[in-house]
């Protein structure tokens, strides 16, 4: 995997819905990973940065997973709020010009 | 701390005009990255600079684009002449010691170009 890649690119869940995303990226000289919350009209806030295989983090109903070998992290959201609905970024932070590359984000949106 | 400041927050020119976007990072943040968000590419990285020393430019689009940061709070990102296809939103971000920790973005600036 060269690029950074994210799926779902959108999602659509119901208020109390628990949903995760995926976010691969380049596995050889890593470095970091960043997860950022982008709501609409806003500017991107940073969730999570990650360094360590294995690494999970917290904040709230909002965690995350680092597999670092298979170079893939994974986004968790347990029980949705319509607060929650906004566009989820990540990026690595890798290779050998240490440069970070963004992925285009999945767009969720949770319905009342 | 007001964050990271930019202005304009939105900015309608003509083609062919000369266009600058102006970024004050937080302070104490030694790291400043000016990117550029469209539908099609999602948030490109322009240019980064750390210690106010251009690191990485290999993503502005062409010579139409320059960035300076003459001081540690103080950076522009100009394009001279601006074209349509420049229209985009144009953020700036900030943080500690490079890419390893978190960016702090500012609002960014709308930019239109007729």
Partial sequence: ?112 | DAGVIQSPRHEVTEMGQEVTLRCKPISGHNSLFWYRQTMMRGLELLIYFNNNVPIDDSGMPEDRFSAKMPNASFSTLKIQPSEPRDSAVYFCASSTTGNSYEQYFGPGTRLTVT
């Fill in chain 1, 1 to 112: 995997i060269l690029n950074v890649e994210q799926s779902p690119q959108s999602l659509h869940v119901q208020e109390g819905d628990s949903t995760n995303f995926t976010c691969s990226f380049p596995s050889s000289n890593f470095y970091a990973l960043h997860w950022y919350r982008w709501e609409t009209a806003k500017s991107p806030e940073a969730l999570f940065v990650m360094t360590l295989n294995g690494d999970e983090k917290k904040k709230g109903r909002i965690s995350a997973t680092l597999n670092t070998k298979e170079g893939y992290s994974y986004l968790y959201i347990k029980g949705s709020q319509p607060e929650d609905s906004a566009t989820y970024l990540c990026a690595s932070y890798a290779g050998n010009n240490r440069k970070l590359i963004w992925g285009l984000g999945t767009s969720l949106a949770v319905n009342p």
